[in-house]
């Protein structure tokens, strides 16, 4: 993008199983966007034993939820390595706490939310298998190992995590829904929330990405124009 442009802030939000991560994979591959995942980033964190990432691991260990100023924290210090790009943040944010923190820094241009029926997320969720060291994630039927449950890069074999089975998903999604019902308020109240159901992210794919493209064509024409066309 040129330097006369106004870079693209969005968010992409999604129950767990949703289809977000690959969506997210697709926009940032068409749009040059640079994405930044909260999972990631905690990931690294943890691998590299950073002071959040040992208070992080210790938390997670415990079955608690990362608090919002540490997730907010680490975010945002993230997004100061990316002030020459657009980008897509994934994951976060996930309360309002972190919504209003988000805002006090960036203009948030478009929300995607993905609306997915629970069935079909329960679903993605029995095709999906994780390689722990790294946290790559396999889905049997998108994007399936090269051999059947060992890991493509190291051979190691694959887990099913312990968050994705019936019973702990069921939580999981009540939790979500919970924490993040306040944040689509917010962005609606904003005018930047887009919300696109269905149960198959190939045919979602089409209107994301018609409403993207209309997005950056607006931020570049009309900055305070902040609705899909």
């Known amino acids: 993008m040129g330097p006369s442009r106004q870079l693209l802030r969005a968010v992409i939000l999604g129950s767990p199983g949703s289809g977000k991560h690959s969506l997210s994979l697709r926009i940032v591959k068409h749009f040059q ?5 909260s999972g990631d980033l905690l990931r690294d964190n943890v691998l590299r034993d950073t002071e959040i990432g040992v208070l ?42 972190q919504a209003e923190a988000l805002d006090r820094v960036h203009q ?11 069935e079909v997320i329960m679903q993605h969720l029995d095709a999906r298998w994780v390689h722990p060291a790294s946290g790559r994630v396999y889905d049997l039927e998108f994007n399936p190992p090269k051999v059947a449950g060992t ?11 312990e968050d994705d089975r019936p019973e702990t ?3 999981r999604l009540r939790a979500y829904e919970d924490q993040t019902k306040p ?9 930047v929330l887009e919300t696109f ?8 794919w089409p209107y994301i990405h018609a ?14 124009e902040e609705k899909c066309l």
């Open 33 to 37: 966007l640079k994405k930044l995942s």
């Open 56 to 97: 992080a691991k210790d938390l997670m260990g415990q079955g608690k939820l990362i608090p919002d100023d540490l997730m907010t924290r680490l975010t945002l210090q993230e997004l100061k390595n990316l002030t020459q790009y657009s980008w897509l943040l994934c994951g976060f944010p996930r309360t309002l706490a």
């Open 108 to 118: 948030i241009h478009l929300v995607i939310n993905l609306n997915v029926p629970f």
């Open 151 to 161: 890991d493509d890069l190291t051979g190691e074999l694959l887990i099913k995590r």
């Open 169 to 171: 998903l069921i939580k």
């Open 183 to 191: 944040v689509l308020e917010h962005y609606q109240k904003k005018g």
């Open 197 to 204: 159901s269905g149960t198959d992210t190939n045919k979602l």
């Open 211 to 224: 409403c993207l493209q209309a997005k950056l064509a607006q931020i570049h024409q009309h900055p305070h």
